[in-house]
C-alpha cells in the first residue's frame, strides 16, 4: 500500500477585496478571540470572496501532482496553504515528511527560457 504524502481535507481560503473592510474583519476577528470568542467565521462577509472553496484530494509516494487553472482559479493560493504561508479558513492538511518548494512561490518565469532554465 502506498504511503499518503499530503491529505488535504475540505480545504477552503477566502479573501477580501477591500484593503480596509479586511483590516477591519481581522481587527474584529483578533478581538473576538482575545476575548474567548475565537473566529470561526467561515461564512462570506462582505467583499470576500472564495479562492479555494472544499478542496479535497490525496497526494501519494510516487504521485506526479499538477495544478493547471486559468488565472485566478487559485493555483498559487493552494501551493501557498501547502507551504504553511497562508492558514486556511476551512478544512485540514496533513503532510507527512517536509515540503519546500523549488522555486518561490508567485516568482516570475523568463518567457525566453525553458522550464529547467527559469529554475535554476
Wanted: hydrophobic residues 40%; contains cysteine; positive net charge.
Amino acid at each position: 500500500m502506498s504511503e499518503t504524502l499530503i491529505k488535504v481535507e475540505g480545504l477552503s481560503k477566502k479573501f477580501c477585496r477591500s484593503l480596509r473592510r479586511s483590516m477591519l474583519y481581522g481587527t474584529l476577528d483578533v478581538g473576538r478571540s482575545m476575548v474567548g470568542f475565537p473566529a470561526k467565521n467561515v461564512k462570506l462577509r462582505k467583499s470576500e470572496f472564495w479562492a479555494l472553496n472544499d478542496i479535497s484530494f490525496e497526494l501519494k509516494r510516487g504521485e506526479p501532482l499538477g495544478l493547471i487553472g486559468k488565472n485566478g482559479s487559485g493555483k498559487s493560493t493552494l501551493l501557498r496553504l501547502l507551504n504553511g504561508i497562508f492558514p486556511p479558513d476551512k478544512g485540514k492538511i496533513t503532510i507527512n515528511g517536509r515540503i519546500g518548494g523549488l522555486i518561490a512561490v508567485g516568482a516570475g518565469f523568463h518567457p525566453y527560457m525553458t522550464g529547467r532554465e527559469n529554475i535554476f
